[in-house]
């Protein structure tokens, strides 16, 4: 571990493209189960909690210690790095550093509760005045199922141009293209849109899945009605059953439910290996699906 102004910051570990989004995903469960506390002092109770999602003690502690991203020890026990990043920022910053260290949609009521134990001097963290503050940024999104996002993580466009709206959004006009191909059967008014495009490019970024929408709901015809709303369009993304989002803003769909805000993944054969066999063998069989 590493020391960094007197805390001890897990070491980073590198990991394989296709263990990455298992690792995300054992990561915001964690994350989740942190949420509710103000610190893991007994990784044992901790492991309990996690447990029905096929992570043990052995599995908890080595995750905890290799990324410094989402997780730091302060104070005898385990917390997330993101109270620390957020102690002495301004309110929005610290929203918006919760999530992006989350890596994915949050509850309201967890944000809510996360924020209470980076800012304990407020007494009002209540989900109905965050809901206010949340809407009034174009730092976030609230979607439809009552969760909080990134307005990056979203494709944002209206009537710019193609260009324009390409750079603003940092995608490639290319893979939009190829993504067109793949989609040119979903029917972008249907309220099953998302699904429709899930089913047919899943694995695809959210940002060039919400492009084609917007393609397709915006024409550049000056006169055509502009129907591509960013904000409702990542809401039936994130919600479509066994959809999942991931840490690279991609979005996949599996055959399972989702569960709560954390989607459920198939573990990677040959993730970690430092995990015994008795662990993996009780993390694959969860197959549960997820990227981010």
């Not at 263990?19 to 989740?32: G, M, P, V």
Request: overall charge positive.
């Amino acid at each position: 571990m590493v020391l960094t102004r007197g805390y001890t910051v897990a070491n980073p570990t590198s990991l394989r493209p296709e263990e990455l989004s298992a690792r995300s995903y054992a990561d915001r469960l964690i994350l989740q189960e942190l949420t509710t506390m103000e610190g893991a002092v007994r990784l044992g109770e901790l492991a309990e909690k996690l447990g029905p999602h096929g992570l043990g003690l052995d599995a908890l502690k080595s995750l905890l210690a290799t990324n410094s991203e989402r997780f730091a020890y302060h104070d005898r026990k385990w917390i997330p790095t993101s109270r620390i990043e957020s102690a002495e920022a301004p309110f929005v910053r610290a929203i918006q550093v919760t999530l992006e260290r989350f890596g994915g949609p949050m509850p309201i009521e967890s944000l809510a509760q996360e924020l209470s134990w980076i800012r304990p001097e407020s007494q009002d963290w209540s989900p109905e005045r965050l809901i206010r503050i949340i809407k009034g940024s174009a730092l976030f999104l609230y979607t439809d199922d009552d969760q909080v996002a990134l307005a990056e993580w979203a494709f944002q466009a209206s009537g710019e141009t193609l260009e324009r709206a390409y750079a603003l959004n940092q995608v490639d006009a290319k893979d939009v293209e190829a993504a067109a191909k793949k989609l040119s059967g979903v029917d972008w008014r249907a309220k099953d849109c998302a699904v429709q495009a899930l089913k047919a490019a899943a694995p695809m970024s959210a940002k060039i899945l919400g492009a084609v929408a917007w393609l397709s709901l915006n024409p550049q015809d000056p006169k055509a009605h502009r129907l591509y709303d960013a904000r409702e369009f990542f809401s039936r993304l994130i919600a479509a059953p066994g959809s999942s989002m991931g840490a690279t803003a991609s979005c996949t769909r599996n055959r399972t439910s989702r569960v709560g805000s954390v989607p459920r993944r198939r573990w990677p054969r040959s993730w970690p290996r430092r995990f015994s066999s008795k662990t993996l063998r009780r993390l694959k069989s969860r197959r549960r699906t997820l990227r981010r």
